[in-house]
């Protein structure tokens, strides 16, 4: 693989990096980590030349960090960038901050993490943080050789970005991009906002969850089939992504050797500038087929709540009109909302007083009662 350097250093990685948050586990209770195939498969990918590694204090609950560390042991160490998080919600004062960091440092079994980001930015944590010495905290642990290089990982909107971005001199920025979220979270302007301040961009969530490699609608299906070279929706997605070269590296969640050697194989080219006119459209069309899916639109303004019967109803609607673009309708009360809501509505009409998009939102808990019961 071609390497990518962060803007401002002499950090050089590879387009593809290791997430370490879906490694392989085992069938028992709390479904463990399988440690033998997951310290294969981390070495295997740093052997055939991905060199960014990147795990957070609580992936896997907290034992992500152990296996990296246990998988980076053997001279894998030099061999790679590695990056953790500081969990912005265990911080209450400011000698948390560093204890949080010995704690990773003695799990990960190194001395120093080459970037240490600030995790889940919103504009509510950000700002909660910001009294307590967040910015200053990295000055000092940069200082003590702890932490090489600083970034955050973020989940707002641009608006919030751009503040964060801002205020403080960064050297990456992690964000969820994909085919769907270019005009969603940070949105691909702030892609472009962060690369003109000199901070390089990692990449979360290329394939929203491995939502665009299931259950593919035949419109989309069409698209990619009427392309003179044919590709996976899987190199599909990652090829918008790794034609911007505003992205350094981009983070893939494998947890198979299957999916370690297929990733491997598409990013053997990772070329930036390499999407042509025609594939640009085509993009475009994608988005706008998985789109025109989307069945309530509720954007997650949160409006509405608190609703008096306590109804989540930005979380139902949004995770049905998931299951509207990408499938899982037969288990939506099982494995996304506790209970019927219909039923709990007594219909007072406050949230549709309050919702700036005039979704009909009693109508709207009917229908989704009566549709999902179909399939549970």
Not at 116 to 134: Q, T
Not at 167 to 181: K, R
Not at 248 to 275: P, Y
Request: some cysteine; glycine content about 6%; hydrophobic content about 40%.
């Amino acid at each position: 693989m071609k390497l990518r350097q962060f803007p401002g250093t002499n950090v050089k990685v590879s387009p593809l990096g290791m997430g370490c948050m879906r490694l392989p586990t085992l069938d028992a209770e709390n479904n463990p980590i399988d440690r033998p195939e997951a310290i294969r498969m981390i070495r295997t990918a740093i052997d055939r030349g991905l060199n960014y590694v990147d795990t957070a204090y609580g992936y896997h609950g907290g034992d992500s960090e152990v296996l990296v560390g246990e998988a980076l042991a053997d001279g894998y160490r030099e061999k790679v960038t590695l990056t953790s998080k500081l969990p912005l919600w265990k911080v209450e004062k400011y000698e948390d901050m560093e204890a949080l960091l010995d704690e990773q440092l003695s799990r990960l079994k190194t001395d120093h993490l080459d970037f240490y980001l600030a995790h889940a930015v919103d504009g509510e944590r950000f700002d909660r943080l910001m009294p307590v010495g967040l910015l200053q905290f990295f000055d000092e642990m940069k200082k003590k050789g702890k932490i090489l290089h600083v970034g955050f990982s973020f989940h707002d909107d641009f608006d919030v970005f751009k503040r964060v971005v801002d205020s403080y001199p960064w050297e990456l920025a992690q964000v969820q991009m994909n085919i769907l979220d270019e005009f969603h979270q940070a949105t691909m302007k702030g892609v472009e906002y962060a690369a003109s301040k000199g901070i390089g961009v990692v990449v979360m969530e290329p394939l929203r969850g491995g939502a665009l490699t299931r259950n593919i609608p035949e419109e989309v299906q069409a698209l990619y089939a009427a392309q003179p070279v044919r590709r996976s929706p899987a190199e599909w997605a990652f090829r918008y992504l790794y034609n911007r070269p505003e992205v350094v590296t981009i983070l893939s969640g494998m947890s198979t050797m299957e999916q370690i050697e297929d990733n491997l194989r598409i990013f053997e080219h990772a070329d930036a500038n390499c999407v042509s006119a025609e594939e640009a459209a085509m993009y475009v069309r994608v988005r706008e087929a998985y789109e025109a899916r989307i069945r309530v639109g509720c954007t997650g303004c949160e409006y509405c709540q608190p609703c008096p019967q306590e109804i989540k109803i930005p979380q139902i609607f949004r995770r049905y009109d998931s299951c509207a673009m990408f499938g899982g309708f037969e288990g939506f009360y099982k494995n996304y909302v506790e209970e019927p809501s219909a039923k709990k509505c007594v219909g007072c009409g406050a949230c549709e007083a309050a919702c700036p998009q005039h979704i009909q939102i009693r109508e709207w808990l009917q229908k989704i009662d009566r549709e999902c019961f179909e399939h549970a």
